[in-house]
């Protein structure tokens, strides 16, 4: 931990980082590419949907020394014909998935089949899901999507400002198109475990990018005032500065899961457990990413289009090459009055080594207002 | 700059926070306390954890009564379930409506879920046909009955809706009764002999109606010869077809036990016309178990109509059939003219098949139908391992997380778990409260829920805890660092919560089904993330930070200055320009 401590204040004083916005091309071209192939791959090879969205029955039996085969072969036929779909969970159990069957059939299917097994009935588990089911699942998961996208657009806009909304957004939409494109290359099914997954990711995602916008948001409130660093090398001191918080979280919000994940797929082979940590698994580990280096980057962007801040990064511009001009022994007294103007200290890590950290302007505000 | 200064005020902005925590535990004590005075120790478990069948039905609008999901609706078909489903003797079966459509069964393990299967899935289509002629229920294979012989010989069918009938003889005994509501006019009808020898045919609905007549047309008589109600594929598909019959029109029916075919005129009274049943025992004249009808004012005048042309006939035309889903659940006859909007119908009920026909009667009256979308059922055994395993990847994140809290925060840890704690208890606490009062049961996404929650509401500490040791690197002493630290946390904490609760919001109340379960969970969780870092976080900070073994920065505490990187003379520092201004 004290290495780890070490590396989060020298990340906070800024005396080491990582260029997020400088290099942000270049994790744009890789965002790009990622959701590309993505979208390629839903397009190409379209997601695996399980059977509760294209209705039908799945059983599951207790432990039995039917094999895979033999039971097929039986579902098949007490079905009447329907494709079936047979599975040897870890223990012994056998899951057998049928599709096209409707609510109405599937009883006495059931029936026949545990008759054939050699199971009583009563020792069978069974899902019968019509199809209409599973579509109205998934078009209120979607319903509820585009509302609550809507809401937290309208909420970030109000509580920062519409670019870190929209910045948001984006790399929301992001994170769901790069989750959903493993599951289309990978070939997992989609269940309304999935689902459920996948809308943990909203808060989730939204969660992280949060707060690092919180930490931008401080920290460039006064930004107009001072001509020493431009928005984006405030932006990525935020970054930075909260890169161990979010590595954390990151972290601790991914064991739970880790754990959801192996506990599903180790012991019970499939089924809700697994699907909603698998679904979260992929898309945690995207918003964290996400809101890194997309989010910030992108409010950088959209924040650098606006007058006021190409002005500033000229009046940046042109400090320091007045700077540079004058000899090393007058740095200090440049300093100086500097921070003494207006309270702000807090170099960007681009700056030199050996300036303080941007953090520093945050939490210096408070007590600039006090006095 | 003002750091001594602020380390001097902190202490009075922070409020009492021994009193904070105070509260917070007797808000604890009270929970559990109120746990074991309700009796309810653990959660309620859902269907997918305890085993057991779960049914969720779609409601539709029947056809020619649009607008009819409404919430008065689907309550009212919800607690006609509710009535037959644990009419079944099931205790613990719940029914609920769930979004604007959707009516969801749960019922635990041990119960004959077939059969709850039947009652639930039985949609209602109900009215009132008069009878114009029965036969017994198998294949005829000479046709050729003509309907007036058929009143006769009464062959008991034993039907448990139906009822057994008593009395053969065409005139019924009225049987005045009194209504529930007092009204004077009543009636009896008393159930017909159902059966009858004679012919079949199965009729379809499109024949030329011959309402009121006394002929049955050829080829209804036909289709009641064809008809064969003794197998229950034959049933079944004559109750779909008869079901899919305009009202208007005549249809050939069988009875739900399939021993009586009939052909039945046009419907007189729609199922929409009755405004309750019941069941009740009549004591007073001592018929036993009879079932009261109450109609609408509209309902009663068509029903004193039909009833006043049905009395002058002979039988079976003066029986009328009670016809659910184009089955028909029983076939009282009728002795005199009925007024008054209510009537009973007596002869010959057990307790059981008047309370079937008594909800049957209600059912219909709501102009809704539903459907079985989805029909999960679960054995105890798989139940019992999903909660297993389900508690299991719980411990294992929890684990994970304390070990790498304690490795990054160490003495921190301490205050991390200890709020991790007592959010747990809450949680727990709560959950078993809200099972009885509002119906929550703890399903297999509700406990996923419950674990990613532990994520969330880790990460509120971490926010806390980066931003106390970010206040110590820039060389504050903890006590005024931990109060500097909490406004901007608090502010985080604040903002990203409400976003997560947001998500949690919008799902609960737009999704249906199992994602519910997970959203209010989650939702759970994130306030009562809020309440615990407010009232238990930031007041144990508080205390904690007076401690030596804190305050100092103990290497084990997870403030050591040295190892935050703030070395104390911080502010003195050349090499950091930052403090010219602190200093």
Known sequence: MSKLGSIGARLYRGEVGYDFIGKRKIWYGISILITITAIVGLAVRGLNMGIEFSGGAVFSTPKTSVSTAEAQAQAQSASGGHQAVVQKLGDGALRIQIGGLDTQQAVPVQEQLAKELKIPVKDVNTQLVGPSWGEEIANKAWLGLGIFMVLVVLYLAIAFEWRMALAALIALIHDLTITVGVYALVGFEVTPGTVIGLLTILGYSLYDTVVVFDSLKEASKDITKQTRFTYSEIANRSINGTLVRSINTTVVALLPVAGLLFVGGGLLGAGMLNDISLALFVGLAAGAYSSIFIATPLVTDLKNREPEMKALAKRVKAKRAAAAAKAASQEDAQEAPEGAADGEDGPAVVGPRHQPAARNRGRGRPSGKRR | ?583
């Not at chain 2, 009755?274 to 079932?291: E, L, M, R, T």
Request: aromatic share 6%; glycine share 12%.
């Open chain 2, 1 to 583: 700059m003002a750091a001594p200064k602020k380390g001097r005020r902190a202490p009075a902005g922070q409020g009492h926070p021994g009193r904070t925590l105070i509260l917070v535990l007797l808000a604890m004590a009270g929970l559990i306390g109120g746990m074991f005075y309700s009796g309810t120790l653990t959660p309620r478990l859902g269907i997918d954890l305890a085993g057991g069948t779960s049914f969720t039905l779609q409601a539709e609008n029947m056809p020619g009564k649009p607008n009819a999901i409404n919430e008065t609706n689907m309550k009212t078909a919800a607690d006609i379930m509710d009535r037959r489903v644990n009419g079944l003797g099931v205790s613990e079966t719940e029914v609920q409506t769930q979004g604007t459509n959707h009516i969801i069964v749960n019922i635990p393990r041990g119960t004959n879920a077939k059969q709850a299967r039947q009652q639930v899935g039985t949609t209602a289509q109900l009215g009132f046909r008069p009878v114009l002629t029965t036969t017994v229920g198998t294949k005829t294979p000479e046709p050729k009955p003509s309907p007036s012989q058929s009143g006769k010989n009464a062959k008991g069918k034993g039907g448990e809706q139906a009822g057994s009938q008593q009395h053969a003889s065409s005139s019924a005994t009225p049987g005045a009764k009194p209504t529930t509501q007092g009204r004077a006019v009543t009636d009896s009808l008393k159930k017909a002999p159902s059966a009858k020898p004679t012919p079949s045919g199965s009729a379809k609905p499109s024949t030329p109606p011959a309402p009121g007549g006394d002929q049955i047309p050829p080829a209804l008589q036909k289709r009641l010869n064809a008809l064969d109600c003794s197998t229950k594929q034959g049933r079944a598909a004559a109750g779909e077809q008869a079901a899919a019959t305009k009202p208007s029109d005549p249809v050939v029916a069988c009875n739900t036990e399939g021993t009586q075919k009939y052909v039945l005129g046009p419907v007189g009274v729609e199922g929409t016309d009755v405004k309750g049943a019941k069941a009740v025992f009549d004591s007073q004249q001592g018929q036993g178990w009879i079932v009261q009808m109450d109609f609408t004012s509209d309902g009663g005048k068509k029903f004193a109509d039909i009833t006043g042309k049905l009395a002058t006939k002979a039988p079976p035309q003066n029986q009328f059939a009670i016809v659910l889903d184009g089955a028909v659940v029983s076939d009282p006859r009728v002795s005199e003219r009925l007024n008054g909007g209510n009537a009973t119908i007596s002869g010959g009920f057990t307790q059981q098949s008047a309370q079937d026909l008594g909800n049957m009667l209600s059912y219909g009256a709501l102009p809704l139908s539903f459907k079985i979308v989805d029909e999960t059922t679960v054995t105890a055994a798989l139940g019992g391992e999903q909660l297993h395993a389900g508690l299991i990847a719980g411990a294992i994140g929890l684990g994970l997380v304390v070990i790498y809290l304690v490795a990054y925060y160490r003495g921190l840890a301490l205050v991390a778990l200890a709020s991790l704690c007592v959010s747990a208890i809450l949680t727990y606490a709560l959950m078993t409260l809200l099972g009885p009062a509002i119906q929550f049961a703890l399903n297999l996404p509700a406990v996923c829920g419950a674990i990613v929650a532990i994520g969330i509401t880790a990460d509120s500490f971490i926010v806390y805890f980066e931003r106390i040791r970010d206040e110590i690197r820039e060389g504050r002493t903890l006590r005024p660092a931990v109060e500097r630290g909490w406004p901007r946390a608090r502010r985080t904490i604040l903002v990203s919560d409400f976003v997560s609760f947001l998500a949690a919001a919008v799902l609960f109340i737009v999704t249906v089904g199992k994602v519910q379960g997970f959203a209010f969970t989650l939702g759970l969780t994130t306030l009562l993330d809020v309440v615990v870092v407010f009232c238990f976080t930031k007041p144990l900070m508080t205390l904690l930070a007076r401690r030596k073994f804190f305050a100092d920065g103990h290497s084990w505490s997870g403030l050591d200055p040295k190892r935050l990187g703030a070395k104390p003379p911080l502010r003195r520092r050349r090499t950091a320009p930052t403090q010219t201004k602190e200093a």
